[in-house]
């Protein structure tokens, strides 16, 4: 019996260790495939970018992996305590392999052998580090036993807490959230710091299977399993059992965060900023890198912006009639569903969609579109409300079959199904006006002229309608918002702000085209000075100027100022009838309000890698002595400015006191109600398709134009001034007040003497039509009286032909320019 049990020892022992060898060869074939764990050293996971105001409002976020890398040192002891008791409570005392834990796996797995369940594991927070990062999901042995391995591994070459930072950021909880910081922005709007015990809990339990405990679709599953980690966060000894029943008795409180922007009315201006980001650095960059993004908005002015935009362009399309409602929908059942399905505009919040569910001569009564739960869900409450005619007033006008025609009733606009847009009245619970998307459209910027910052813009009516942004892209013509750029032109070249130009008809032959400009009024004044002409925006006046100094310097100007990149040499364009945007005519007019200094329209002030660092300083002035060491006594250190002079600044002061007059007599004037100092100029393009007007204080410039998408007339006697200066006037009312009123700066040498207004002379004592003019030094006022464009024989002067390719020109606008 010895020697048998000798021989089945020595056997035992053999296949022992042949078993043992194989176990050697299969593990070390294995490891020859591991991936390098060391490139857990280096690990950057794909970051949410953050797109902040200037005021450090969080206006978007743009990811693929909605992700904040925080360090362990930022991660609270209760969330950390969370997901150690949900997925590995040994964590910091086990080598990465836990090795009761993989016992009790092996022997649940034998007892479901053959029943058809799913086998479990015992999978530390080392191993789903180390799955997670360098290995595939396969449910195989082979890819747990390559865990196993690695694990050792990884906790033999990082710390604890280095492992555990990687798992709380690496880890998917649904929603498009990844990692623990972005999981509590997603779920609960909050920083992990503000995470209660229940929402911690909560949060652990979703790496096991985020779709399983769903907060909507498995809200009893998903509080069964919070449940059960709060217990084990108790049998833990991270919190107390009071605690621990107290997180218990809470609901799920899940607040999903919507993604995009985030700031109201900024969604123009956070596009605009997406896609520099983009040209600038590639989408790789903007979804995956992390970037932290200081812009350049002011919220507070943006919100006045969209304000005075939006009234301005209500005004005009109300006083137009109604269009008809939305869409129809049947309301013989639940109009609440139907109702909902409609798409309202989310960023007009003040408006609600609403169906008529009854028509009369009296108004209407209304259904209000259902809210929709946090779950995603039509509140199942119906809410009504009324129309009165009065609320209504404007409908009275409306639209059958393209014509307009006058209704008696509401009965006759609207009738039972039709849905449509209100708004509820102040101060009232149920009473509602109804409401009318635009046709009309248009775009606003305003910037500061010292630095090109853009402090807000407004793009269109609506984001949600649509996203063509009409303060970048739009192509407009500019009309008479061009002629300070001629006007500068000839200030810079000889011209004074006194020089008399012939106002009056003039004919341009060229082969077999003639053309013929005219004033807006279709009169002409006669001789008058280069500031009534501006004041007055006499077109007969601009050309005569043009023609005189040259088209080749009115390009050289325009193209300098930025408006335009390549300037057809051609007189209509003098009339401002060559395309080109907004955001380019205030920056142009940024350099008349500023001095003569160029400027760069900015959005972005800086921006910062993941790791902090500055990528992109958009300031570029140079400043010796700001990061000194210490005191010594040296003078204080100043910004340099190497802006780039491209206009005299005795120049810029002169056309900017001749906009001046624009608003305090000119076709500006109901700006001169505001009582402050504004310069600015009025534009009205061709067949008054476009509407514009931009004016600047000595340190904010805003510019807009208002026009159909499809250029068409806005209507006989629609002008800058009656349509655009009245947002600019309202803008301003609001962005100004509670500012000193400071007044341009006259620079250092210029002459200011009294003229006559008419002759451009020397005005006698006591002259009634006397003007204070500024003069550049060896300049001044004409001994003689001198017209210019006025031919010898006194007739109103000739101008020349126009080339072949300037005929086209003339067709596209340069006729009644305003």
């Known amino acids: 019996m010895i020697r048998l049990i000798g021989y089945f020892f020595g056997i035992g022992t053999t296949l022992a260790l042949l078993v043992a060898a194989g176990l050697a060869i299969y593990i070390g074939h294995l490891t020859k495939d591991l991936p390098d764990y060391e490139v857990l050293a280096k690990y950057e996971p794909p970051v949410t970018t953050r797109i902040h105001a200037s005021d450090g409002s969080l206006m978007a976020e743009y990811a693929r992996e909605r992700r904040l890398y925080l360090p362990i040192q930022a991660i609270p002891d209760r969330v950390k305590a969370a997901f150690m008791s949900a997925e590995d409570k040994n964590f910091y005392n086990h080598p990465g392999i836990d090795i009761t834990g993989l016992g009790r796996a092996i022997i649940v797995n034998l007892q479901n052998f053959g029943s058809g369940r799913r086998q479990v594991g015992a999978s530390t927070i080392t191993q789903q580090v180390a799955k997670n990062f360098l290995l595939t999901s396969d449910q195989t042995y082979e890819r747990k036993i390559k865990e196993m391995i690695l694990a050792f591994r990884i906790e033999q070459a990082y710390s604890k807490d280095r492992i555990l930072e990687l798992y709380l ?62 217990d084990q966060m108790v049998e833990n000894g991270y919190v107390t059992r009071e605690e621990g029943d107290k997180a218990k008795a809470e609901p799920l409180g899940v607040k999903p965060r919507r993604n995009g922007s985030y700031l109201f009315a900024g969604e123009y201006f956070t596009e605009e900023v997406r896609r520099q980001i983009i040209a600038r650095y590639g989408e790789n960059a903007l979804y995956e890198g992390g970037l932290s993004v200081r812009t350049t908005l002011d919220p507070k002015i943006q919100l006045i912006a969209r304000e005075a935009m939006q009234n301005g362009l209500l005004k005009y399309d109300t006083l137009r ?301 140079g400043c010796e002595g700001c990061n000194a060491a210490e005191w010594k006594n040296q003078p204080e250190p100043e910004l340099v400015d190497n802006s780039e002079q491209v206009l005299d600044p005795m120049t810029a002061y002169q056309i900017t006191s001749m906009m001046e007059g624009v608003v305090q007599r000119g076709t500006g004037a109901t700006i001169a109600e505001l009582g402050r100092h504004i310069a600015g100029k009025t534009g009205t393009t061709n067949d008054e398709k476009d509407a514009w007007f931009i004016g600047f204080t000595p340190n904010l410039v805003v510019g807009l134009y208002m026009g159909y998408d499809t250029p068409r007339g806005l209507g006989k006697g629609a002008t800058g001034g009656g349509l655009a200066a009245p947002i600019f006037k309202d803008f301003m009312r609001v962005a100004l007040d509670g500012t000193p009123n400071v007044d341009f700066q006259v620079p250092e040498g210029m002459k200011l003497i009294a003229i006559n207004r008419k002759t451009g002379m020397r005005a006698a004592e006591g002259d009634p039509n006397t003007i204070i003019e500024a003069f550049k030094p060896g300049t001044g006022p004409a001994d003689s009286y001198w017209v210019i464009g006025m031919g010898a024989d006194g007739s109103n002067g000739a101008g020349g032909a126009l080339s072949p390719q300037a005929n086209q020109a003339i067709q596209d606008g340069g006729g009644g320019l305003y």
């Open 169 to 230: 950021n690496e880890i998917f909880f649904g929603f498009g959230a990844y990692g623990v910081a972005g999981a509590a922005l997603t779920y609960f709007d909050k920083s992990v710091n503000e995470l209660t015990v229940a929402e911690a809990a909560y949060l652990a339990s979703l790496p096991k299977g985020p779709n399983n405990y769903h907060p909507f679709k498995h809200a009893d599953r998903a509080i069964e399993r919070r449940n059960w980690v709060i």
């Open 321 to 621: 009639g109604y269009r008809g409602p939305v869409t129809h929908i049947d309301v013989s059942g639940d109009w609440g569903v139907p109702l909902g399905a409609v798409k309202g505009l989310e960023d007009v919040p003040e408006w609600t969609l609403a169906v008529v569910l009854d028509s009369s001569a009296d108004g209407l009564t209304i259904g209000i579109q259902p809210a929709r739960q946090v779950s995603g869900d039509l509140v199942k409450d119906r809410v009504e409300g009324t129309v009165s005619k009065d609320d209504m007033g404007f409908a009275m006008r409306h639209f059958v079959n393209g014509k307009s025609v006058r209704a008696k009733s509401p009965a006759e606009v609207l009738e039972p199904g039709d849905v449509i847009f209100v708004q509820k009245n102040e101060g009232s619970d149920n009473a509602y006006s109804l409401r009318q998307v635009p046709e009309v459209e248009g775009g606003l910027v305003a910037m500061d002229p010292h630095t090109g910052r853009v402090l807000a813009m407004v793009g269109g009516f609506s984001y949600a309608q649509s996203e063509f942004n009409r303060a970048t892209q739009a192509m407009r013509q500019p009309g008479s918002s061009f002629k300070p750029i001629v006007y500068s032109a000839a200030l810079d070249n000889g011209y004074t702000p006194a020089s008399v130009i012939m106002d009056g008809p003039i004919t341009i032959q060229s082969g077999n085209t003639t053309w013929t400009p005219k004033n807006y009024d279709g009169t002409a004044a006669g001789p008058a000075t280069l500031r009534s002409g501006i004041e007055k925006s006499r077109n007969l006046m601009t050309v005569r100027l043009a023609n005189d100094m040259g088209m080749k310097l009115v390009v050289e100007y325009a193209e300098r100022f930025g408006v335009y990149d390549h300037l057809a040499p051609y007189l209509p364009m003098a009339l401002g009838s060559g395309e080109t945007t907004v955001m380019r005519m205030v920056s142009a007019y940024s350099i008349m309000a500023n001095g003569g200094k160029s400027i760069k329209p900015s959005l972005i002030d800086r921006i910062q890698d993941r790791y902090g660092k500055t990528v992109f300083k958009q300031d570029e002035r």
